[in-house]
Nanobody, 122 residues
């Protein structure tokens, strides 16, 4: 299983970024996917999840209304469009494979990528 994130960078408060995560080594369309972030000195925070077909999307309260998750199963890629970014969004963003498509628990992940850094300046 390999997950490769890209699209991070430095952006001013109020700006936007679109993260991508390309998967390989497993049947991508059989697994829900999540995005998780980790701010410096803090624990991991689940951000968003998307079902296998993309019809169901979930968000943490802190990003609801600003972030949009999507996926393209033909490209084995999941995306996170982030708008109206604030300094508290700064962190290392990982995409992660959800362990089971049956549990409905998008917080339970078994693989994650190396992450892409997002830095939001005030």
């Amino acid at each position: 299983v390999q997950l490769l994130e890209s699209g991070g960078g430095l952006v001013q408060s109020g700006g936007s970024l679109n993260l991508s995560c390309t998967a390989s080594g497993f049947t991508f369309n059989a697994y829900p996917m999540s995005w998780v972030r980790q701010a410096p000195g803090k624990g991991a925070e689940w951000v968003s999840g998307i079902s296998t077909g993309g019809l169901r999307t979930l968000y943490s309260d802190s990003v609801e209304g600003r972030f949009t998750v999507s996926r393209d199963n033909a490209k084995s890629t999941v995306y996170l469009q982030m708008n109206n970014l604030v300094p508290d969004d700064t962190g290392l963003y990982y995409c992660a494979r959800v362990r089971s498509s049956w549990s409905g628990n998008y917080h339970d992940t078994d693989y994650r990528g190396q992450g892409t850094q997002v830095t939001v300046s005030s």
